[in-house]
Structures are given as C-alpha cells and as structure tokens.
C-alpha cells in the first residue's frame, strides 16, 4: 500500500495574480504557506480488475475513461494503465470548499501517489506543474498555479509566475522568531460557508482577459502588496504584515461583489475590535476560513468562539507532498 499526504495552505499576499489569464500579460507574484493539515491518499492492489475508488463517494469502473470523479480520471488517463487494478482512497484533515487549497493538494498527493506505485521519482516542480497541467489544461478550471505548487513544495514560500508559464519558486527568509510569532498569533476561524471557487475565479478570468481596467489594476495593487508583504515579513515586523493584511482585504473586496457577505463582514468588524491587527477571508472568498494577525489572541480567540467560529489551529509544514507509506 502506498499513501501519501499533501498539505493544505493559506495565502499571505498577492492572490489572484497567479492566474495565467493575468500573468501570460503582467506577470504574478504571490506568497503561501503550507499548513500542517492534510489531503491523503492511499494507493491499493485490489484482487479483481478494475478502478475501485473511495473519496467523498464510492465508484467501481471497468474503464478509467467512465470515471466520475474529473481529476482521478484525467491522473489515471497520464498513466496510461493497460489494465486498470488499482484502488484509490482519500481522506482529508479539513473538508473541500474552506478556501485551504484542497484541490492542489488532493491532485498533488495522488499524482506522488501513483508516482511511488509504479516505483518512479517525480521532483517537486514537475510535480507542481502536473497538477497545475490536469486541472487548468485538461479539466479547464478557472484557477491559479499556488495551490500545485505550494502544496508541492512546502514551506512558507514566494512564487513568481512568468508570461512563458515558468514558476519560480524562493523560500522567504524569515527568523525563527518570526515563524514562532506567526504560528502564535495567525489564527484561522471557520465561517461555517464552504462554497466553490469557480464562480469568483471565472469573474476575474473573464475580466482579465477582456483587459478590463478596474480588475487589472486591482490585481496589480495585490501583486504589490504582495512583494511588501515580503518584505515586512522577512523585517520581522508581524505588525505590518496584519496592517498590510487589512489593507489586502479592503482591496480585495472591491474584486467582485460575490467574495464577502453580512456574516463575514460582521465577525471581520468584530474581530478588529477584539485582537485582530488586520485579517481577510482566505481562498477566492464566498465562505471558508477567516484568517487574523492577532496582537491580543487570547481576548480575538474568546469574541470568536463566542460568535460561534471554531478556530483551526495550526503549525508551517516544510516538507510539502511526500510519501508515508510504500
């Protein structure tokens, strides 16, 4: 049995601008961290020919091309398999639609999955941009290149995404110190919402494609705040980076009328009255989870669990996809 497990992720700074229908004509820059929450899959020989998979629900194909669940089907249709007898599980640490990734990172782990059970090596990179290959080039989804790639990788992470498709990825250099403060005082509130990202992210790619004025300088604002973010960061100033947070979500709201709503803006304003330096909705928005610097976490974790957000905690996971078992 092979199992693999790939981490979920939040978005720092500059979101949204690693859409190739932004980057191919301005180029992107963005910062994630993974997050020590995660996708698994295991990867069984079953005794009868077949596809047997287990996720969300159950399927038994005789052929991979009838598979229901997309990105499955299209993975398994790479590997070019002339007699599917395969068993494919998943389990996740956070469920879909939380804004966290989960689909990167689903489609990472089972890519490196499939990779140790034909006992082949695939680097981080390749990895990444697989992933990024079957769900923007072969399914269509109207969706960045982060979340392949920070799942892929690991880390606390800087990507820099080129008009000829290259990623270039950097570790942010950041103190010990700095990431200590983080994983104390960045916390994550569930709103209780889990939708899907398509809808926003079709907006912004349509908008964007059309060269429309109003999203195009909307994304370039967020790629700098992205690269001041960094900056902050790597100063070790935690302060500026929750300002620059704010700063970010303010902006971000005026992308589309379909990211915010009266709940979030309501724990939002609560929040900055109760610990929060500054905050935003992570993933595309719509629902999810709400994220806060904190500069008094005991009295925002208090207000928050009192309106009835559970908070998520977590640790920076720097190893990325990686086999567990084989």
Same mark, same amino acid.
């Given at each position: 049995?092979?199992?693999?497990?790939?981490? *979920?992720?939040?978005?720092?700074?500059?979101?949204?601008?690693?859409? #190739? /229908?932004?980057?191919?004509? %301005?180029?992107?820059?963005?910062?994630?961290?993974?997050?020590?929450?995660?996708?698994?899959?295991?990867?069984?020989? #079953?005794?009868?020919?077949?596809?047997?998979?287990?996720? /969300?629900?159950?399927?038994? &194909?005789? @052929?991979?091309?009838?598979?229901? %669940?997309?990105?499955?089907?299209?993975?398994?249709?790479?590997?070019?398999?002339?007699?599917?007898?395969?068993?494919?599980?998943?389990?996740?640490?956070?469920?879909?639609?939380?804004?966290?990734?989960?689909?990167?990172?689903?489609?990472?782990?089972?890519?490196?999955? *499939?990779?140790?059970?034909?006992?082949?090596?695939?680097?981080?990179?390749?990895?990444?941009?697989?992933?990024? %290959?079957?769900?923007?080039?072969?399914?269509?989804?109207?969706?960045?290149?982060?979340?392949?790639?920070?799942?892929?990788?690991?880390?606390?992470? /800087?990507?820099?995404?080129?008009?000829?498709? @290259?990623?270039?990825?950097?570790?942010?250099?950041?103190?010990?110190?700095?990431?200590?403060?983080?994983?104390?005082?960045?916390?994550?509130?569930?709103?209780?919402?889990?939708?899907?990202?398509?809808?926003?992210?079709?907006?912004? +790619?349509?908008?964007?494609?059309?060269?429309?004025?109003?999203?195009?300088?909307?994304?370039?604002?967020?790629?700098?705040?992205?690269?001041?973010? +960094?900056?902050? *960061?790597?100063?070790?100033?935690?302060?500026?980076?929750?300002?620059?947070? %704010?700063?970010?979500?303010?902006?971000?709201?005026?992308?589309?009328?379909?990211?915010?709503? #009266?709940?979030?803006?309501?724990?939002?304003?609560?929040?900055?009255?109760?610990?929060?330096?500054?905050?935003?909705?992570?993933?595309?928005?719509?629902?999810?989870?709400?994220?806060?610097?904190?500069?008094?976490?005991?009295? *925002?974790?208090?207000?928050?669990?009192? /309106?009835?957000?559970?908070?998520?905690?977590?640790?920076?996971?720097? &190893?990325?996809?990686?086999?567990?078992?084989?």
């Amino acid at each position: 049995m092979i199992i693999t497990r790939s981490p *979920l992720r939040i978005s720092l700074g500059g979101g949204g601008t690693d859409l #190739p /229908s932004y980057y191919r004509e %301005h180029e992107g820059f963005l910062l994630s961290a993974a997050i020590d929450k995660y996708i698994y899959v295991t990867i069984n020989r #079953p005794f009868s020919e077949g596809v047997f998979l287990k996720y /969300s629900s159950v399927e038994h &194909e005789e @052929k991979v091309e009838n598979i229901k %669940h997309a990105i499955i089907r299209e993975a398994l249709m790479l590997q070019n398999l002339k007699t599917p007898q395969i068993e494919i599980s998943s389990i996740a640490d956070i469920p879909a639609g939380t804004g966290l990734g989960s689909s990167g990172s689903f489609t990472t782990a089972l890519i490196k999955a *499939l990779y140790a059970y034909r006992k082949r090596h695939i680097h981080q990179e390749d990895l990444a941009e697989l992933a990024c %290959h079957i769900e923007i080039d072969r399914l269509g989804e109207p969706i960045g290149k982060q979340d392949q790639y920070i799942s892929a990788i690991g880390g606390i992470t /800087s990507f820099a995404f080129h008009k000829d498709d @290259k990623v270039v990825s950097a570790a942010v250099n950041l103190s010990i110190d700095t990431i200590y403060n983080l994983e104390d005082n960045l916390l994550l509130f569930f709103t209780g919402f889990a939708r899907s990202a398509s809808n926003i992210l079709k907006d912004q +790619k349509i908008r964007s494609e059309k060269n429309d004025e109003e999203m195009i300088n909307n994304l370039h604002y967020v790629k700098d705040l992205g690269y001041r973010i +960094k900056a902050a *960061l790597e100063d070790g100033d935690t302060n500026l980076f929750g300002e620059l947070m %704010h700063e970010h979500w303010e902006n971000k709201k005026r992308r589309s009328g379909g990211i915010s709503n #009266p709940d979030i803006d309501k724990w939002y304003n609560l929040a900055m009255k109760n610990g929060a330096i500054g905050g935003k909705l992570v993933g595309a928005g719509g629902g999810g989870f709400l994220m806060f610097m904190a500069k008094n976490n005991v009295k *925002l974790r208090k207000v928050m669990k009192e /309106s009835g957000l559970d908070e998520v905690r977590f640790k920076f996971d720097f &190893e990325g996809t990686k086999v567990i078992h084989s």
